[in-house]
């Protein structure tokens, strides 16, 4: 019987925590301060049984479910009021097998974890830009990175995985191609994934780091942007990003990192206009993996964007013009390219519905005091609305979605078809819908 919480922790290998615990505001903390929430029960678990078990609890006592692997998803459904935490944050080791160029990852591995374990083989998998991010939940939705380009995103690289469904049964993704196919981008909708199996690549080093323009040359440097990835061969990953200096005047950075031996792509990046600071060199991919290194659990956020189907004069305009409405720093606009390798994969392997967009545009709210709450939720809801005529299909990136989406924004990211996929899959695996705390597939 598991009826109270001592008799979870009885039954549970790894740790219970609970309201009165001194751990207990630490472990329900999760990366986007706007999210402040008391779950009933924190179950940190360390093993498949571990998680079986904690459903059974939740079951038993009639408790909603939250998953959480990093803590990053800044619509904070890794926790939620009175409900059970399935925590796997003790679940972090990364065996690397060297020889086989594959990385078995446990469910609540962050992407540091994962880059030391691979990196000491000189080896990788396109990750996360944030070391704390969970490789589970960014995988799980998708993932856009440095090495994009090079190698992908992160679910073409995911080959196999272990996943508990909520009535407790153990699934090897590897057996099931429609599950394997579902986690390429699906969400955590269909179980928990306490092992995710991912191939790897070699990689020494990169040039990489960060520019910097200003004044008037923001806007041409953007345009010479995406010039660059239009042409630039897959050796070149590239984001950028637009923000507000002190003085309330426009700045974009772009953040390149080059894995080949002719940088003329670089070269011709530099030579854009406003160009103030060039932090462009060879470093090592840990180097690169701290460029945007944020806080955890100190800013609030809100975040909404769309995949664009291309990027012209008149969305650049736009998007200076919704960086001078931010009014003050920090909070910003995002544009990461998805050129190269994501669209190299062939659309049926994965749900992902994004690799045949161009880029991904998102307004990133990003304050700390609670009274500007309601202006910058709606500034990024408007910047979202301008970037929409631009919209591949309406639908954007489930891993920075906030948890106000509606049902048929899910849907446009996906298509028609590939929802309706998944909701035959979520019917065969949790057809109560136990897993909602996400960017939720309904089974019906
Ligand atoms: C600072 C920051 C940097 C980021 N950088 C990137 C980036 O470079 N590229 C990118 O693509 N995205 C990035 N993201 C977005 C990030 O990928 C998503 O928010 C992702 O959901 C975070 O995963 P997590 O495990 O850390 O989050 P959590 O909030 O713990 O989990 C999010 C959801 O994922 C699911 N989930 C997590 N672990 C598991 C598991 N083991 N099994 C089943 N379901 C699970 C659950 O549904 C859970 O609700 C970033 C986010 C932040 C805040």
């Known amino acids: ?157 995911l080959v196999g995985a272990e996943v508990v469904t909520p009535d407790g049964s153990v699934v090897e993704a590897g057996d099931d191609g429609e599950l394997l196919w579902a986690l390429r981008g699906g969400g955590g909708n269909f179980g928990v994934a306490t092992r995710l199996d991912f191939r790897l690549h070699e990689l020494d080093g990169v040039i990489g780091g960060k520019l910097t323009y200003t004044g008037e040359g923001v806007r041409e440097a953007l345009r010479h942007f995406r010039e660059v990835v239009a042409r630039s061969p897959r050796e070149l990953s590239c984001q950028a990003g637009l923000s507000l200096g002190e003085t309330g005047e426009p700045a974009l950075w772009i953040a390149p990192c080059y894995t080949g031996s002719d940088a003329e792509e670089l070269e011709s990046l530099r030579a854009a206009p406003g160009l103030v600071e060039d932090g462009v060199q060879a470093q090592t991919f840990f180097a690169q993996q701290n460029l945007f290194d944020s806080p955890y659990g100190v800013d609030r956020n809100y975040w909404k964007g769309h995949f664009v189907r291309e990027l012209p004069d008149e969305l650049i305009d736009e998007l200076i013009e919704r960086i001078g409405a931010l009014g003050r720093p920090p909070g910003g606009l995002l544009i990461e390219s998805l050129h190269g390798a994501p669209k190299d994969a062939e659309d049926s392997s994965g749900v992902v519905g994004f690799r045949r967009a161009a880029f991904n545009v998102s307004a990133m709210a990003t304050w700390q005091d609670a009274r500007f709450d309601d202006e910058h939720i709606q500034w990024a809801r408007e910047t979202a609305a301008a970037i929409e005529p631009w919209s591949l299909r309406g639908g954007g990136y489930v891993n920075y979605m906030q948890a106000d989406e509606p049902v048929e924004r899910v849907r446009a990211t996906f298509g028609d078809e590939a929802f309706e996929r998944l909701q035959a899959l979520k019917r065969r695996y949790d057809p109560d819908n136990v897993l909602r705390r996400n960017q939720n597939i309904p089974p019906n």
């Open 1 to 157: 019987m598991l009826d109270t919480l001592s008799d979870l922790r009885g039954s549970l290998a790894g740790e219970v925590i609970g309201p009165e615990d001194p751990a207990y505001d630490r472990a329900r903390r999760c990366f986007n301060a706007l999210v402040d929430r008391r779950p009933a029960v924190i179950a940190r678990c360390v093993s498949t049984r571990d998680v079986a078990t904690a459903f059974d609890y939740a079951r038993a006592n009639d408790l909603e479910v939250a998953v959480r692997g990093g803590g990053h998803n800044p619509a904070g459904h890794c926790v939620a009021d009175d409900a059970l935490v399935i925590d796997l944050s003790l679940l972090r080791a990364v065996a690397v097998d060297a020889d086989e160029r594959v990385a078995h990852a446990g469910g609540g591995a962050t992407w540091l974890d994962f880059d030391s374990a691979t990196q000491a083989h000189g080896l990788v998998t396109p990750g996360g830009v944030v070391g704390s991010t969970g490789v589970a939940g960014l995988t799980l939705g998708g993932g856009i990175g440095h090495l994009t380009a090079q190698h992908g995103l992160t679910c073409d690289n």
